[in-house]
């Protein structure tokens, strides 16, 4: 088993190149980005090394995918919110673009909420659109806002973990004036 960590975009040539050399049986690789997903999958398809995608269910064509169903997964976090009584609950997604978990889970997210006959406000939806990410000036507007949300749904465990440091920073007190999820 060889794993492979990417904080940055890899250059997919020469991760393909790399993964050929070992010759792997297969590869297993997570996905965020649609565009290195079909890009990737080409070249594999090229080295005739059998490929599946994880984190993203939409098989592309020569690969298979594995994953979550992100939509079902945030109308069940919203459902939960309104049963604790929830109506004003704001959205954090990841970047915008071609990032497919973080629109899924806004699609179910803002589909959850329309079930409910909840609004979701621009201004309650916010996205990581800029590396790094001041989560203080991301989330700043919508904690000082006059009716401000009282739970907060994270596009991913990370981003919730960054948006607790910041309500904490801010002094209100989790779960007792907010709720968060990730």
Same mark, same amino acid.
């Given at each position: 088993?060889?794993?492979?960590?990417?904080?940055?975009?890899?250059?997919?040539?020469?991760?393909?190149? $790399?993964?050929?050399?070992?010759?792997?049986?297969?590869?297993?690789?997570?996905?965020?980005?649609?565009?290195?997903?079909?890009?990737?999958?080409?070249?594999?398809?090229?080295?005739?090394?059998?490929?599946?995608?994880?984190?993203?269910?939409?098989?592309? +064509? $020569?690969?298979?995918?594995?994953?979550?169903?992100?939509?079902?997964?945030?109308?069940?976090?919203?459902?939960?919110?309104?049963?604790? +009584?929830?109506?004003?609950?704001?959205?954090? +997604?990841?970047?915008?673009?071609?990032?497919?978990?973080?629109?899924?889970?806004?699609?179910?997210?803002?589909?959850?909420?329309?079930? $409910?006959?909840?609004?979701?406000?621009?201004?309650?939806?916010?996205?990581?659109?800029?590396?790094?990410?001041?989560?203080?000036?991301?989330?700043?507007?919508?904690?000082?806002?006059?009716?401000?949300?009282?739970?907060?749904?994270?596009?991913?465990?990370?981003?919730?973990?960054?948006?607790?440091?910041?309500?904490?920073?801010?002094?209100?007190?989790?779960?007792?004036?907010?709720?968060?999820? +990730?």
């Amino acid at each position: 088993v060889n794993v492979l960590n990417f904080n940055k975009k890899p250059e997919l040539p020469d991760v393909a190149a $790399y993964c050929a050399s070992l010759k792997l049986d297969g590869v297993l690789m997570m996905v965020t980005h649609e565009s290195w997903a079909r890009q990737f999958e080409s070249m594999m398809k090229e080295k005739h090394i059998p490929l599946v995608f994880t984190h993203n269910r939409e098989v592309l +064509g $020569y690969a298979g995918a594995v994953g979550s169903d992100d939509r079902v997964g945030m109308k069940e976090i919203v459902d939960l919110l309104v049963r604790l +009584g929830h109506t004003r609950i704001a959205f954090i +997604g990841g970047g915008r673009g071609d990032v497919r978990p973080s629109q899924l889970r806004e699609e179910g997210f803002r589909k959850a909420m329309a079930e $409910y006959g909840l609004t979701v406000s621009d201004s309650f939806c916010k996205h990581e659109d800029v590396a790094p990410v001041d989560f203080g000036a991301l989330i700043g507007p919508i904690l000082n806002a006059p009716s401000r949300p009282q739970a907060i749904v994270c596009f991913s465990d990370p981003t919730a973990v960054q948006v607790l440091r910041v309500v904490h920073q801010m002094g209100i007190c989790v779960p007792q004036e907010l709720s968060i999820t +990730g």
